[in-house]
């Protein structure tokens, strides 16, 4: 139908409100209580307009459209009301708007400017009503709330929880839950709609939460942002609530090729992002449901993978473990041809030959390869990548004359670090990759009836700890220089190695290794030596102040040093390197050497899987470019389907502790290599991906659009 507004003839769809047809045709009408996701409820009286043959301005939120309709959105009648209605709001409303954390994005502070309404004729009232901070991740601040409406709508209409109303008080009508009691106690969700929803600064995130260097929906999202890959893992999430294991793996899949490897074994960087650990202290158990989706995967996806037509160039990648595979994977969808070199005799990097069978079996490893291979390939009558393993290539520019057109160099660090301390040389001084390549290689030392000592305090080091508890040892100490509290091995690896025996000495000094008496040239115990304080002073360095009286000799058949490790054969490969042995290389992963990358932990040091996996998409993404492609690697191996914004009341369960699966017992556990922990039952997945608070939501809810932006 056809109505005209301030003298111009617009078309309008049938059933709309004048309001909703005026914004519509890019005619602004100030607006307090209609949101675009909401209903509009006709309570702010700031959208009156006059309508011909209409005695009185009407609400243009409450008058629905009809033919021929006359009206004007500046009337002088219509203006008085709108005035009047806003003086009234700003009576109560606190006039330090610089204060406010919506300053400069508040649809109030818009208004008012848009209306003329000079804030010094503002007959302020106090409305001294505290802010309430009681509550994790949302503060109230009363003070700046108008009384809309909009946050109990949301919660009711659009998310299903029915938590916020209007509650009577003292200093009048407030919005609040029933009886006051906690957000909790009433069954919030915490979804973060009445935040988004709010036009003024009077719910917010709690304060200190957001990271003005990060951009509104990482604040929003923080998992995902936390991914180093960014996988979308509330995506994911609510596909395994949904028992849709196949959609949830597809949608980790278009961004990391290895879902179960990292369903064992993640650093979940994560789960220390998630907002649970400010609601309860515990986060969501996304890695360990990443495996429940992972081992449940009946590959349907593989029909959508990316297969560009081939290009005809070659590229060459040394080094097989993530980040090479990850690359090799997506340089293969781009249509090219890709060689990998591996000086092993398998592939899988460190994720074979650094982490211990019963965390990734190579089982696991050697199934996600052969998913790749087979999705490279395709209906191709030739792969598409060849592994070349056994083949160490100590030259990697030299590919570039050997037929290829771009190198990535992918070498990881498989060279372990020993301290050059008293005692270094002893024999029965061992180093952590070494150890951990000899056990998954079957020919590891017996350990049987030995005392066991290692130095570091890091995921690999309790590697090293719990492999010497499967090869028999009598007795296993680990010592590192760290706090327990700042080291860097995970809660869970370090309260699973003390249920298996491992003794840890956390806050310690590494003085000497001994020599055994009646045994020359062999260690017979360690020294090491309480710390007092540790910290770096003006100049960077490490300044240790040890604690008198501290010092603990602790007899030891070997020591393993689990202090770092670095890449080998660097050094005569003609790049740039920078702390010793490390590749630079820019932020594509380009290195000094034209037509040659490097990624993974050769550049940035020891890092994690994850970390390997997205420096491998980076450089990708760049090389595909560099051969004339788009660089376009992002897939989508399933159709998007919107999330409902109706998410229900809190289930059973929602405020508690994350769900735990099933451990084989330590006694079991610590004579073999066999994985211990179980992956989550259908049930123990529902139930704890039912706990995610679902923050997405908040970024599928439209965004008010100011006057200005008319």
């Known amino acids: 139908m056809k109505i005209t507004i301030n003298g ?26 209609k949101h675009p996701d909401l209903e509009a409820v006709g309570g702010c009286r700031l959208c009156m307009v006059e309508v011909e043959g209409e005695d009185a301005p009407v609400c243009a939120c409450k008058t629905q459209v009809r033919e021929g309709m006359v009206v004007n959105t500046a009337g002088e009648a219509a203006e008085r009301v709108r005035k009047l209605a806003m003086e009234l709001i700003l009576a109560t409303h606190p006039t330090d708007c610089t204060g406010c954390p919506k300053y400069g994005k508040c649809e109030l502070q818009s208004m008012y400017q848009y209306m003329g309404v000079s804030p010094t004729r503002w007959r302020v009232k106090s409305r001294p009503v505290p802010t309430d901070e009681s509550n994790p991740l949302i503060t109230h601040m009363f003070t700046r709330c108008i009384r809309c409406g909009r946050c109990v709508r949301a919660c009711r209409e659009l998310r299903g929880a029915g938590v916020l109303d209007y509650q009577h008080s003292e200093g009048g009508i407030r919005i609040g839950t029933d009886g006051s009691v906690s957000l909790q106690e009433a069954g919030c969700r915490f979804c973060g709609a009445c935040i988004e929803v709010c036009p003024t600064g009077s719910i917010i995130d709690t304060l200190n939460m957001f990271d003005e260097n990060k951009s509104y929906a990482d ?49 979940h960087n994560c789960q220390s992002a998630c907002k649970r650990n400010e609601l309860n202290g515990t986060p969501l158990s996304v890695c360990r449901l990443k495996r429940a989706a992972a081992v449940r995967d009946e590959g349907t996806w593989k029909a959508n993978v990316r297969h560009e037509q081939l290009s005809g160039k070659k590229v060459a990648v040394v080094g097989a473990g993530p980040a090479g595979l990850t690359a090799a994977l997506y340089c293969a969808e781009k249509g090219h041809k890709v060689d990998v070199f591996e000086a092993n005799e398998k592939v899988g990097g460190q994720m074979r030959y650094g982490i211990p069978a019963y965390r990734l079996p190579d089982e696991v490893v050697d199934g996600e390869v052969a998913t790749i291979l ?50 270094h040389d002893l024999e029965g001084v061992l180093r952590n990759t070494d150890f951990l390549k000899a056990a998954r290689n079957g020919s590891a030392p017996d350990l049987t009836g030995l005392r066991i000592m290692v130095l570091g305090g890091g995921n690999v080091a309790y590697d090293c700890a719990r492999t010497a508890v499967r090869l028999g040892a009598a007795s296993v100490d680990l010592a590192c220089l760290e706090a327990e509290a700042v080291m860097t091995s995970t809660p869970e690896e370090r309260e699973e190695a003390a249920e298996e025996g491992i003794v840890l000495h956390d806050a310690h000094a590494f003085t000497s290794i001994n020599e055994a008496a009646g045994n020359p040239g062999h260690v017979g115990s360690m020294t090491i030596h309480k710390i007092e304080k540790f910290y770096f002073d003006e100049n960077h360095r490490a300044v240790t102040e040890l604690r008198e009286g501290g010092e603990l000799t602790i007899d030891v058949d070997r020591v393993i ?20 042995p490390y590749i630079v290389a820019d932020a594509e992963g380009k290195t000094s050497v034209e037509g040659v990358w490097a990624a993974g932990d050769c550049v940035t040091g020891t890092k994690s899987v994850i970390a390997a996996i997205e420096a491998g998409r980076e450089c990708a ?82 965004t008010p659009r100011l006057w200005n932006e008319y």
């Open 561 to 580: 040093f689990a202090v770092g490790q670095k890449p080998e054969g660097t050094a005569d490969m003609g790049f740039e390197l920078t702390h010793g």
């Open 621 to 702: 993404s760049a090389i595909d470019r560099f051969l004339g492609g788009d660089g376009d690697i992002d897939a989508a191996l399933i159709d998007f389907e919107a999330p409902s914004q109706f998410i229900g009341k809190v289930p059973e369960g929602f405020y508690g502790e994350a769900v735990q699966p099933q451990f084989v017992p330590a006694p079991e556990r610590s004579g073999n290599f066999n994985t211990f922990e179980c992956p989550f039952t259908e049930e123990e997945a529902t139930c704890e991906a039912s706990r995610c608070l679902q923050c997405d939501l908040r970024l599928t809810l439209t």
């Open 374 to 423: 087979e999705i490279a390939q395709g209906t191709d009558p030739e792969p598409r990548i060849e592994l070349r393993c056994g083949e160490r290539v100590a030259d990697p520019k030299a590919l570039l004359s050997q037929g290829y057109d771009a190198v990535l160099v992918t070498i990881g660090t498989h060279d372990g670090t020993v301290l050059p301390m008293a005692g």
């Open 219 to 267: 604040n929003v999202v923080p998992c995902r942002e936390g991914c180093p890959a960014h996988v979308d893992i509330p995506r994911y999430l609510r596909l395994v609530k949904d028992k849709r294991y196949t959609e949830a793996a597809a949608v980790v899949r278009e961004k990391v090729p290895f879902p179960e490897s990292l369903g064992n074994i993640c650093v």
């Open 8 to 33: 111009d003839e617009v078309e309008v769809a049938e059933g709309k409100n004048l309001l909703e047809a005026s914004l519509d045709a890019g005619v602004y009408i100030p607006h307090l209580c």
